[in-house]
Nanobody
Framework: QVQLVESGGGLAQAGGSLRLSCAAS????????MGWYRQAPGKQRELVAT???????NYAGSVKGRFTISRDNAKNTVYLQMNSLKPEDTAVYFC???????????????WGQGTQVTVSS
């Protein structure tokens, strides 16, 4: 089995910073793309940022220049540094990783349980 465990959410003031972490554990052969998504109340889940195993990143336009995604392949961990936070960044943030459990299996997407980020004005 594979598990993604997120940490680092919480409350921040507008203009402040938070750093999210997500560690993958379990039976892992390789991890392809890792990323962060978020879901605000009454809205659909949306992409925040992704990063490939080679370090190629992709960001939603709303966070570009403010958020930075990174990963430590040795630790199977992805991070999201969030700076210049805005109230509209308030959401539950979910970690996602495309994981291959063995050489013979395809990659499957796995999700973390989500961590709440609240930004006050």
């Amino acid at each position: 089995q594979v598990q993604l465990v997120e940490s680092g959410g919480g409350l921040a003031q507008a203009g402040g910073s938070l750093r999210l972490s997500c560690a993958a554990s379990g039976s892992i052969f390789s991890i392809d793309v890792m990323g962060w998504y978020r879901q605000a109340p009454g809205k659909q889940r949306e992409l925040v940022a992704t990063i490939t195993s080679g370090g190629i990143t992709n960001y939603a336009g709303s966070v570009k220049g403010r958020f930075t995604i990174s990963r430590d392949n040795a630790k199977n961990t992805v991070y999201l540094q969030m700076n210049s936070l805005k109230p509209e960044d308030t959401a539950v943030y979910f970690c996602n990783a495309k994981i291959q459990m063995s050489r013979r299996q395809p990659t499957y997407p796995y999700w973390g349980q989500g961590t709440q980020v609240t930004v006050s004005s």
